[in-house]
Structure formats: structure tokens, C-alpha cells
């Protein structure tokens, strides 16, 4: 566990972390954030392809990213963008995903879920569901494999994975092949979860709290463990997890909590804690020491994962 004495990494001290840090913890910051969400729109890397699909019976539109050139079936991942339930769009993690998918091939799937402050608890996560059924449904239109569906998201997302999961688990509606949770945002905090100076969190204890505010707009307290995954009494017949949080996140207590019990319920998993990291290193920061490492860690290990679940040569 991170001290009050650990420093953050000093080549993370990027501008983008500084601004973030400097937002006002309110409306407006939000807004601003989300704003700042679509700025990758205009992004195209080379050898993949990007398509919008909206999906049938519902008010939801997906991006679907491939690579251009591939051969046969290709395992799915479903990504589930962050920005605390509230903000956000999938249209951030442009760059992100194409990074996944030149460590190896697969077909991302993003849905523009519904955000908090228009739509709380359970709008998001069933629009994280209803995705699932159709990635698995679409499998061969997709030319991608119904047996090898995985989910992945970072914070927010991170969170919508984890509940996801428990979610076709308990309605046995789809069978994720495993997923990866990533500093994930899993239930409420305060001042007290923070393990360093709670003026150096990127995602401060105020965001949080208005973002959960949110997101449980009219939900009975305690709140289902759908909506707050640490909740959940057991988590037996979860799909293999990884993650990795930095020791500057706030949710770094949580993360580890989440992933100890899953060890203690039998799942496979594997969370990497990065000294001097904080929430979204490796996007704010993605050229700092400790941005290099997370992102050789995450693409590794999704490589290895894949590997192993589609039984496939890396390509």
C-alpha cells in the first residue's frame, strides 16, 4: 500500500495532470471534461478500420474498431470508457484502443452508454448488457468469436466491467472469456480511502462524490451490488481479472480489496499496483516513466491474455 511519503512520479507531472488537477470539483469541471472527451473524433490511425452502428430496439450507438487487414475470427472486446459514470464518450479512447489492438488483433466495441446525469443507475450498465447480447449475437456478421468476448474498461468503465460481469453471470446471458478492470471505480469513498495527499489525486474525493451522487440518483440505500461491485457477497464464477491501479488513485484501497476477494472466491486475477502513479497515468502522462511501464504492463498482459483464451499465434 502507498504512504503519505511515496511521491508521485516527477516526469508525470505532465500539463494535462496539472489542468486536470485544477478543474473546479463541480458542474462546470465536469463539463468541461466531457467536452474534452470528443477531441480524439478526428483521430484515424492507419490499418484500422472504424465503424458507428446503432443497434436495433435500442437508442444506443457503438463504434466498432478492427484492423483493416486480418485473417479469420478475431476475438471482442467490449470498452467501457470512464469519466465517473457521468461524462465521457467512446470517442476518448480512440488512441487507446488502437493501441490494444496492434499488440494483438482483436474487434473493440465501444458503447455511447447513457450518462448519469441524464440517465442514473441502472441506464449505463444495461446499456453495457445490451451490447454484450448483441457482440455475441453479431459474433459471425462481426467475423469476431461469440466464444471469446472479453470486457475491459478504466475507471468508470472499470467499474461497468466488474458489474457487468455480475450482471450476465447472474442472468446467464453471456460467458465472458475474462475481463480487465482497470483502477477501477467500484463504490463510494472519502477522505480516508485516500493512501497520499489528497490534493495530488487526479480524481479528487469531491469528483467522486459528486459522480456517485449521480450516479445513484434514486436508488434505495444500500444500493444494489450492481451498482457498487464491492458489495457483491460472493464472486464465485467471475470470469479471470486483471487490473492495475497507480498508489496515488483513490481508489487504490478499493482495487485491492476487490481483488483480494476475488482471489479468496476462487477467480483467477492479478491486479499491478505502479508506485508514483496516479488515476489515468498512462493517458495524462502516457511518455513518463511510470506511463511507459503501466502501458507495457496492460498491453502485455492483454497479449497474454488473449493468447491463451483464443489459443492463437500473435500476429
Not at 452502428?53 to 471482442?76: C, F
Not at 460481469?165 to 471505480?185: E, G, I, K, P, T
Not at 457498487?228 to 491501479?245: D, E, I, N
Request: charged share 20%; hydrophobic share 40%; net charge positive.
Amino acid at each position: 500500500m502507498a504512504d503519505v511519503r511515496t511521491a508521485i512520479d516527477p516526469t508525470a507531472k505532465t500539463s494535462a495532470y496539472r489542468f486536470f488537477t485544477k478543474l473546479p470539483d463541480n458542474r462546470l469541471g465536469f463539463g468541461i471534461l466531457h467536452s474534452l472527451s470528443y477531441l480524439q473524433r478526428w483521430s484515424r490511425p492507419k490499418g484500422i478500420d472504424l465503424q458507428i452502428v446503432t443497434l436495433p430496439n435500442a437508442p444506443l450507438r457503438v463504434l466498432v474498431r478492427r484492423p483493416k487487414h486480418s485473417a479469420g475470427s478475431l476475438p471482442m472486446v467490449l470498452h467501457l470508457h470512464g469519466g465517473g459514470f457521468a461524462i465521457g464518450s467512446p470517442w476518448q479512447d480512440l488512441d487507446l484502443m488502437a493501441r490494444y489492438i496492434d499488440a494483438r488483433p482483436a474487434i473493440f466495441v465501444a458503447p455511447a452508454y447513457r450518462l448519469a446525469l441524464k440517465a442514473p443507475y441502472p441506464a449505463a450498465l444495461e446499456d453495457a448488457h445490451t451490447t454484450l447480447v448483441w457482440m455475441y449475437s453479431q459474433a459471425k456478421a462481426l467475423q469476431g468469436r461469440d466464444d471469446q468476448i472479453f470486457v475491459m474498461g478504466e475507471s468508470a468503465g472499470g467499474g461497468l466491467t466488474a458489474a457487468l460481469s455480475l450482471l450476465a453471470r447472474d442472468r446467464r446471458s453471456v460467458a465472458v472469456a475474462a475481463q480487465f478492470a482497470n483502477y477501477a471505480m467500484l463504490s463510494p469513498t472519502s477522505k480516508d480511502d485516500a493512501s497520499c495527499d489528497p490534493h495530488t489525486l487526479s480524481w479528487s474525493v469531491e469528483k467522486n462524490s459528486l459522480a456517485w451522487a449521480w450516479y445513484l440518483r434514486g436508488v434505495s440505500n444500500p444500493p444494489p451490488y450492481y451498482a457498487v461491485p464491492t458489495r457483491a457477497p460472493s464472486l464465485k464464477g467471475l470470469p479471470p481479472t486483471y487490473g492495475f491501479v497507480g498508489d496515488h488513485d483513490l481508489f487504490l484501497k478499493q482495487n485491492v480489496r476487490f481483488f483480494d476477494q476475488l482471489a479468496e472466491d476462487g477467480v483467477t486475477s492479478d491486479l499491478r499496483v505502479f508506485k508514483g502513479a496516479y488515476h489515468g497515468t498512462e493517458l495524462l502522462a502516457p511518455d513518463s516513466d511510470s506511463g511507459r511501464a503501466i502501458w507495457t504492463h496492460a498491453l502485455e498482459t492483454y497479449a497474454s491474455v488473449l493468447e491463451q483464451h483464443t489459443g492463437r499465434q500473435q500476429s
